[in-house]
């Protein structure tokens, strides 16, 4: 069975940085594509970056250059390493697989709130 467990959240100051953690199991970590999404109170849950199986990554303008995406293909996790944290990112944020052996699959996700 898929299960995707996310890990890294936290109350930080605006400028400051978190590393987000999935860990993946029950899948092939090294052929399929994955992403971080973020959903705020009251607000639709948004893509924020993707990574491709090779590593290639793509992110929504409000977060480039801010946020990276990564994967460490030994221990089967993706990163989300984000500096430079404003308000805005307040959300919980989710790893997603987009497509594996028929279907979509989420993780539980993890808080970031970013408050002074």
């Known amino acids: 069975q898929v299960r995707l467990v996310e890990s890294g959240g936290g109350l930080v100051q605006p400028g400051e940085s978190l590393r987000l953690s999935c860990i993946a199991s029950g899948m092939n970590f090294r052929i399929v594509d994955m992403e971080w999404h973020r959903q705020a109170p009251g607000e639709e849950r948004e893509l924020v970056a993707k990574?491709?199986?090779?590593?290639?990554?793509d992110y929504i303008d409000a977060v480039k250059g801010r946020f990276t995406a990564s994967r460490d293909y030994a221990r089967n996790t993706l990163y989300l390493q984000m500096s430079s944290l404003k308000p805005d990112d307040t959300a919980r944020y989710y790893c997603?697989?987009?497509?594996?052996?028929?279907?979509?699959?989420w993780g539980q996700g993890t808080q970031v709130t970013v408050s002074s």
């Open positions: 990574i491709t199986a090779g590593g290639a990554t």
């Open positions: 997603h697989v987009p497509y594996y052996r028929g279907s979509q699959w």
